[in-house]
């Protein structure tokens, strides 16, 4: 299985870390290993001074496809989840500044914190409301609404290049509000008001 990452899909967060807003989605991957499922504690990464949450709503493919039409794209995908984008800033920033991949801060072992899934016919798609919660204190609020690309335009453009397989994970970008978290904070994450995970720095 494949996990795909969209950057900057939110105006908001693009503007925070000072990125322009781009022209097509903005795709990096993490590696199956990078999952961290089940409510399993993160542990901290010695590489890293400043570790990121960044909440997201993700997508779980449902079929296989290739070059998907916008009108077809719906049919892809029909469980949502939430799952946090854990991003070395630092190592980040490094990467960014010298132009290279973003592999070592984003896609290491335990990157891809990932909820349980419910039927997208549970809510629908067009006003999923998202919220992270730190120790119990809200750090981060988004709504799809809010996306620079929508679900269906992202399964179309990454389908053009990638083949989907069922089983693939979309994470579909970070609202504004990312930051810094630390041994012993928690992290909780709800979708529509329904906690869908809670997570232990350790
Ligand atoms: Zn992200």
């Known amino acids: 299985m494949k996990i795909f990452c969209i950057g900057r899909n939110y105006v908001d967060h693009a503007k925070e870390l000072n990125n322009p807003i781009p022209e097509q989605p903005l795709v990096f991957m993490k590696p199956p290993t990078a999952l961290l499922r089940n409510n399993d504690p993160f542990y901290y990464p010695d590489f890293t001074q400043n570790l990121h949450y960044e909440v997201e709503l993700v997508l779980k493919i449902c079929k296989n496809?290739?070059?998907?039409?916008?009108?077809?794209?719906?049919?892809?995908?029909?469980?949502?989840?939430?799952?946090?984008?854990?991003?070395?800033?630092?190592?980040?920033?490094?990467?960014?500044?010298?132009?290279?991949?973003?592999?070592?801060?984003?896609?290491?072992?335990?990157?891809?914190?990932?909820?349980?899934?419910?039927?997208?016919?549970?809510?629908?798609?067009?006003?999923?409301?998202?919220?992270?919660?730190?120790?119990?204190?809200?750090?981060?609020?988004?709504?799809?609404?809010?996306?620079?690309?929508?679900?269906?335009?992202?399964?179309?453009?990454l389908s053009k290049m990638f083949t989907l397989q069922k089983g693939d994970l979309i994470y579909t970008g970070t609202p504004a509000g990312v930051g810094p978290c630390i041994i012993g904070d928690r992290l909780h994450g709800k979708l529509q008001g329904e906690s869908m995970f809670e997570t232990k720095i350790l």
């Not at 039409?69 to 800033?89: M, Q």
């Not at 549970?122 to 919220?131: A, C, K, V």
């Not at 799809?144 to 929508?150: E, G, T, V, Y």
């Open 65 to 157: 496809g290739k070059a998907i039409t916008k009108k077809y794209a719906s049919d892809y995908f029909n469980e949502i989840g939430l799952g946090i984008d854990f991003t070395a800033r630092d190592i980040q920033d490094k990467c960014k500044a010298k132009g290279h991949p973003w592999e070592r801060a984003k896609a290491f072992d335990n990157s891809a914190c990932i909820s349980k899934f419910v039927p997208i016919k549970n809510y629908g798609t067009d006003h999923l409301s998202f919220e992270l919660l730190k120790n119990d204190e809200r750090v981060q609020f988004g709504n799809s609404k809010d996306m620079i690309f929508d679900f269906e335009t992202l399964i179309c453009s």
